[in-house]
């Protein structure tokens, strides 16, 4: 034991050496045991700070020396990045990926909703819809190699415009399966396809897979998921980009493809079905004229394929794509026997399955037909940066090269609907509303025109953004809004947006939607949309299952509250 009146020991000075003998060799001593417990010290320090209270206690009450103090140092960092691994051997993982996948991602969101759906007639009758709702869409995509890439996404519905699922429709329906049913919701496939990009500027696509054209809402409703194939090229030039789309989508499949004797569908003798094919050319380009500062614009031409009209000796399947297109509906008051199921789908009062001059078999007063249907679209945006904020001026402009001849034709069908009682609705009263009407010949155009503004740092475009849950940031936010008018004749009545506006031709109006980032994948979106007749002579045609009954809509209310959790 060292003497109490001796001062203390300085082993960082000359004076050590003369000590006596066996004072030095006990601080050795002390010393070499003590140093296993250093380098544990420093071992489970935090990342061997050098600052750690523990050593610098140690230094400065001379029991080490700062050698020492270095050396214990450098063999715990040894021991933890060589020999850590021997100590927590690797745990096998249970998930097992095949050999040909590159990468994989988890992605989709969860979204709830409450909605409020009102129309009005000409008859001033009113119909609203106060629903709560919900949705699900989970995916996994991600690359193969040798350039494919590959993804899958299920939704909870089986509407391709809405993969949304009412709150207890499940406990109405037959049979009864009692409250919070789950009758009404499922597990579909959303999209399911494979691509290859062999380099930057060439990409195919085949498959049931997202909307592969530049586009907006007015044209497409953002929830369709075309099916058959895609390509897609882009080329840079300074600061030009040029690109070209190209789509071939299975519009309906019709099977079988020849049919003789007694072997044909709808209980006819023989038949052929040509499958329909919609077809779509896209070029345009897009200009980053400076940094804060851009702008794209595009042309499309769309047209239908392997349409064929119903006649008596070869009828087509149901819903009669290939026939003329009325879109005048069928509501006429409470006191007309067509009633509600002005849609044309359903009328239920026919006494024959047609004629010769009007062949579309149940369906007279037909929502879908893709008859003279050539369409010319042209999306456009201006994005520019400023104040810290992302401004975008965008629309959408489009016009139907064949849309007299759908007009003449839709009046012509309507006309006759109403000169045969016989064939279509022989208790049709003398004091209906229902009227001929001349051929809209004008009515072949629709557009759209919007103004954005949002937090930096997020992508934006048509069905982009934090209003749409495609992109999201904690406290970022954004409002959007435009204006928009479709008449009756003008786009493909089957592709309109069911939401805004109720998915109908002939109506125009305002959309505003403003969205808000609570956290870094929660979003809360307000919508709204307001929308009237363009045409009072014409119905709005098309056909939703939201409200299927309403034809003519002559004003449409909407409004939109939901909560999304992206992933």
């Not at 899958?152 to 406990?171: E, I, Q």
């Not at 530049?214 to 409703?221: E, G, K, Q």
């Not at 030009?240 to 004797?261: L, R």
Request: avoid cysteine; aromatic fraction near 14%.
């Amino acid at each position: 034991m060292l003497n109490r009146h001796h001062r203390a020991v300085d082993t960082n000075s000359t004076n050590f050496h003369k000590l006596p003998l066996f004072q030095s060799v006990r601080i050795r001593a002390i010393r070499v045991s003590l140093f296993p417990l250093f380098a544990f010290l420093v071992l489970t320090a935090r990342a061997a700070d050098p600052s750690d209270p523990v050593l610098d206690l140690l230094l400065q009450k001379g029991i080490v020396t700062e050698a020492e103090v270095q050396k214990a140092r450098a063999e715990s960092e040894r021991i933890r990045t060589n020999e850590f691994a021997n100590l927590m051997p690797p745990v096998e993982s249970k998930w097992k990926i095949g050999k040909a996948i590159k990468n994989i991602e988890l992605f989709g969101d969860a979204r709830l909703r409450f909605e409020h759906r009102q129309t009005t007639t000409g008859e001033n009758e009113r119909l609203e819809l106060d629903r709560g709702r919900y949705a699900l869409r989970l995916g996994l995509r991600g690359e193969a190699f040798d350039d494919f890439y590959y993804g899958l996404r299920l939704d909870t519905a089986a509407n391709p415009r809405s993969p949304w699922v009412t709150f207890g429709t499940s406990s109405s329906g037959v049979p009864y399966q009692g409250p919070y049913g789950k009758s009404t919701a499922g597990i579909n496939v959303g999209q399911l396809y494979l691509g290859w990009k062999p380099t930057s500027w060439v990409d195919i696509t085949v498959g049931k897979m997202p909307q592969p054209l530049y586009t907006t809402p007015m044209v497409w409703d953002s929830d369709f998921a075309p099916e058959g194939a895609a390509e897609k090229f882009s080329y840079q030039v300074g600061d030009a980009t040029f690109f070209a789309n190209f789509g071939q989508f299975v519009y309906q499949d019709v099977n079988p493809a020849y049919a003789a004797g007694g072997l044909g569908f709808n209980g006819f003798s023989g038949n052929v079905g040509d499958a329909i094919f919609q077809i779509a050319w896209q070029g345009g380009m897009s200009w980053q004229f400076t940094t804060n500062l851009s702008a794209k614009v595009g042309a499309t031409f769309y047209q239908y394929m392997g349409l064929r009209q119903s006649t008596l000796a070869r009828p087509g399947p149901s819903p009669y794509f290939g026939d003329v297109f009325v879109g005048e509906g069928a509501y006429a008051g409470p006191q007309s026997p067509l009633g509600p199921g002005g849609a044309g789908l359903n009328l239920g009062n026919l006494t024959t399955q047609g004629t010769p001059a009007y062949p579309s078999f149940g369906y007279p007063l037909n929502q879908m037909g893709l008859r003279h249907l050539s369409i010319l679209e042209f999306p456009f945006e201006v994005n520019f940066r400023m104040s810290k904020l992302n401004w975008r001026l965008f629309g959408d402009v489009s016009y139907n090269l064949q849309g007299s001849e759908r007009a003449e034709e839709a009046a012509q069908a309507y006309a006759t609907f109403l000169a045969s009682p016989v064939q279509f609705n022989p208790a049709l009263p003398a004091t209906s509303t229902l009227k001929p009407f001349a051929a809209q010949r004008n009515d072949v155009k629709a557009y759209q025109i919007g103004l954005g503004v949002g937090s930096a740092g997020l992508k934006y475009g048509p069905i982009q953004g934090l209003v749409y849950g495609s992109d999201s940031k904690k406290h970022a936010w954004e409002i959007r809004t435009y204006w928009q008018h479709v008449e009756q004749y003008a786009l493909d009545p089957n592709l309109l947006d069911s939401d805004f506006f109720e998915g109908r031709a002939n109506l125009e109006g305002i959309y505003g939607a403003l969205a808000y980032g609570f956290s870094q994948n929660v979003i809360g979106t307000l919508r709204y949309g307001y929308a009237w007749r363009v045409n009072k002579l014409l119905g709005t045609g098309g056909n939703n299952q939201d409200i299927p009954q309403v034809n003519p809509i002559d004003n449409y209310n909407i409004l939109q509250l939901d909560l999304t959790l992206r992933f």
